[in-house]
């Protein structure tokens, strides 16, 4: 075999394998999202009349940020940076209220950068012990179409 | 029914203050004509810690990144920089501001599409007491009249604030008046859904206009 179809082949494969230098894999920051949400959520609670309403919202928005990680998409490396700075944003949060407006606000953020949804249907869930439903708006009420949400 | 002024408290003489200051205008303007990222933009920094530009610009690559189309990120900026500017009116101050904010963008996108859009009214029912606290934003058409209450997030969705709008839509249909009954939110809908869910006060007639569909406040009566 000639020098140079050796050559090829031994470093063939050690540059197909590296690593592409733009970004780590998408699941690490958004596992990282999701550990620094949690956090949040610990300070949120403290505030113990919005206990319920802090569970609500991680039951709601943890899946969905985590589902970020599950899309078939690398990030690149401006995205990554986009989330560690929001991650480090709501890591200076320490006033529980302001945890709680974050709460809301964070994974949106988040999906807004990677071009992800962390409202998908499929994740709504009614809390299991919800009040009661009310009477659905009639047939041809003005607010029907906005309380369906199918905007 | 009928729409009256709002007598002025004390509460209502400050924050006459805070409404009529240039830069609740000047962000409600911009957000009117904003994108959603640009809202979600316009959220964090005005309910964020830090106010350094550059933190934000890194946050938001989709609107300030190399290929994002330069009109964008020229609206953005302005967006941005308004936002940081209520931001760093400080904590006690900027609640005010962003309150204020959600009532102007509010009004300013009905007038999108009605004539008639007030601040700060009550309404009055024959025979019923009035009520104390004037809705945020209303519409006077003769015929299908709207009122709104505005709120920065989905945690300021309280029981009164939705007995009152189900009591207004109630007494106003004992008049067969198609009263529209709505809250805006600057916040996710799915938030709003959450808190919603856990209220026991009635609210299946009231509308929830959220952060994703303001537009449409533009386009056609809730």
């Given amino acids: 075999m000639p020098q140079l179809s050796r050559r090829c082949i031994r470093y063939a494969w050690p540059v197909s394998h590296q690593s592409r230098p733009t970004s780590p894999q998408p699941p690490d920051v958004i596992e990282r999202a999701a550990a620094a949400y949690r956090a949040l959520a610990d300070l949120a609670e403290t ?105 | 029914m009928r729409f009256q002024d709002a007598a002025p408290d004390a509460r209502a003489v400050v924050y006459a203050g805070i409404q009529a200051d240039p830069l609740v205008a000047h962000v409600a303007s911009l957000l009117a004509e904003g994108t959603p990222a640009e809202r979600w933009l316009a959220r964090a920094v005005m309910n964020g810690e830090r106010t350094d530009p550059e933190t934000w610009r890194r946050i938001f690559p989709v609107l300030f990144g190399p290929s994002t189309d330069p009109a964008l990120s020229d609206h953005a900026a302005r967006v941005l920089d308004a936002s940081l500017g209520v931001a760093s009116r400080g904590e006690a101050a900027r609640s005010q501001y962003r309150g204020a904010i959600v009532e102007e963008l509010t009004a300013r996108l009905l007038a999108g599409r009605a004539t008639a859009v007030r601040r700060e009214r009550r309404v009055l029912f024959d025979g019923v007491r009035a009520e104390i606290h004037p809705y945020d934003v209303t519409v006077e058409s003769g015929d299908k009249p709207e009122v709104y209450d505005c709120k920065w997030g989905a945690r300021g969705i309280s029981a009164d604030v939705l007995n009152q709008l189900d009591d207004a839509r109630r007494h106003a249909a004992d008049e067969d008046v198609e009263l529209a009954a709505a809250i805006v939110v600057f916040d996710a809908r799915r938030s709003c859904e959450l808190r919603l869910a856990r209220s026991t006060a009635e609210h299946g007639g009231t509308g929830l206009v959220a952060l994703e569909e303001l537009d449409a406040l533009a386009e056609k009566r809730p």
Avoid at chain 1, 50 to 74: F, N
Avoid at chain 1, 103 to 127: I, K, M, N, Q, W
């Fill in chain 1, 47 to 151: 505030i113990e009349d919005e206990w319920q309403y802090v569970t609500d919202l991680v039951d709601a928005y943890l899946p969905g940020i985590r589902g970020l990680a599950e899309r078939d998409v690398e990030l690149e490396l401006d995205v990554v940076v986009a989330v560690d700075e929001a991650i480090a944003e709501i890591a200076s949060i320490t006033d529980p209220h302001k945890a709680i407006d974050w709460l809301s606000t964070f994974p949106h953020v988040v999906a807004v950068a990677v071009g992800g949804d962390v409202d998908r249907p499929s994740e709504v869930s009614e809390p299991e012990d919800a009040a009661p439903p009310e009477p659905e708006p009639d047939e041809d009420s003005p607010f029907r179409i906005l309380l369906r949400g199918d905007r």
